[in-house]
């Protein structure tokens, strides 16, 4: 399995952003994925998650603003993230939860400025 996310870069505050990852191999549609993000000296952290079924998990920080979806039919999950801050800068990695191990794609980075 591989992952390939993109779609990150430069926003302002409040502006809105949309990152991608797609998945190689074909167990993508039966396995949950994620977003997690990390800020330089901080420690990665899980931004939200989406089930095989649909069913979505976010960090208190980013609920109302950021959506995880998937498109089983193309292999990929995107973030859509709105209403963007300062502290939402970071490298963003997606993962899948394969059945025996984890799977980490390359990361995008996200910068939004003041």
């Known amino acids: 399995v591989q992952l390939q996310a993109s779609g990150g870069g430069l926003v302002q505050t409040g502006g809105s952003l949309r990152v991608s990852c797609a998945a190689s191999?074909?167990?993508?549609?039966?396995?949950?994925m994620g977003w997690y993000r990390q800020a330089p000296g901080k420690q990665r952290e899980l931004v939200a998650t989406?089930?095989?079924?649909?069913?979505?998990n976010y960090a208190d920080s980013v609920k109302g603003r950021f959506t995880i979806s998937r498109d089983n039919a193309k292999n990929t999950v995107h973030l859509q993230m709105n209403s963007l801050k300062p502290e939402d800068t970071a490298v963003y990695y997606c993962k899948m939860d394969g059945r025996v191990r984890a799977y980490w794609g390359q990361g995008t980075l996200v910068t939004v400025s003041s």
């Open positions: 989406i089930t095989s079924g649909d069913r979505t």
């Open positions: 191999g074909n167990i993508f549609s039966i396995r949950p």
